[in-house]
């Protein structure tokens, strides 16, 4: 996102909570609709796309430190959607999931299609065929699985709109049907709490009879990917795995490496 669209964004935003905000607050609602009328009041061009405020804020840039500076020590202010159009800046204790810059690699020989891999780009599209092609969600969570869909869209209870960007379905050596829904992000976009919980609640919806596992997925860099699975707890989304792959040729995976590998803990 450019600096003058960070800057226009965050004086929309700025002037909403300021309106609502006391000390104390733990919620902020809010419409989208509003953010013309807040625009046209301080003499900013919107973009056609209303949502995109909304998109910069959640997944690619920080909040700006008039509202952040208004958590409480320990938390930060998310937004949720609350509704058709409908929106709330919420208190939580962590509102995006960041890769461990010390977890240790696993290197997989890159299965990926030359031809893809010519014109694929760092951002999720060429990330959902890395995993794909690779295989990387039937190794990273040990069942078989399928793709089943890209880029659902569904409705949740409250009327908001959301769009997974995969959903697979797995299968164990038991027979057990799973869900796994996948949200990847390429570039410098984050994965957010607030889509793993509404991935959690599509899978209630949509797939009831399936155990639900979210999978998220970030680029790293070209070919290092993180994956992450989640679990639903009483204090929020929690991170139950976070596994790192590296996709090099195969004379780059040494007999060392893969005898390393054997000892490594699970």
């Not at 991170?239 to 803990?265: A, F, G, I, M």
Request: proline letters at 5%.
């Amino acid at each position: 996102m450019l600096a003058h669209e960070s800057n226009r964004y965050a004086k929309i935003l700025e002037s909403i909570f300021a309106k609502r905000f006391k000390k104390g607050a733990t919620e902020i609602e809010f419409e989208r609709a509003e953010f013309s009328q807040v625009a046209e009041k301080l003499g900013i061009v919107l973009p056609k796309n209303l949502g995109d405020v909304l998109y910069s804020f959640r997944y690619r840039t920080a909040l700006p430190k008039s509202i952040t500076s208004k958590a409480p020590k320990g938390y930060e202010w998310i937004i949720r959607p609350a509704g058709k159009g409908k929106y709330k800046l919420v208190i939580a204790r962590q509102a995006n999931i960041i890769p461990s810059n010390i977890l240790a690699e696993t290197k997989i020989p890159d299965a990926t299609p030359g031809i893809i891999s010519k014109y694929s780009m760092n951002d999720e599209q060429s990330l959902l065929a890395k995993l794909r092609y690779n295989r990387l969600i039937d190794i990273f969570t040990g069942l078989t699985s399928y793709s089943l869909q890209n880029h659902l869209r569904t409705t949740l209870r409250d009327g908001s709109q959301v769009e997974t960007d995969e959903i697979y379905i797995g299968l164990d050596k038991r027979g057990v049907h799973y869900v796994m829904p996948v949200q990847a992000k390429g570039g410098k976009d984050k994965i957010g709490v607030v889509q793993i919980e509404q991935d959690f609640e599509m899978c209630a919806i949509k797939f009831p009879g399936l155990v639900c596992r979210p999978i998220a997925a970030q680029f790293i860099d070209k070919n290092l990917i993180a994956l992450f699975e989640f679990e639903q707890s009483k204090d929020g989304i929690k991170v139950t795995s976070e596994r790192h792959y590296r996709l090099v040729k195969p004379d780059e995976l040494s007999p060392e490496e893969l005898e390393s590998y054997l000892v490594r803990q699970s």
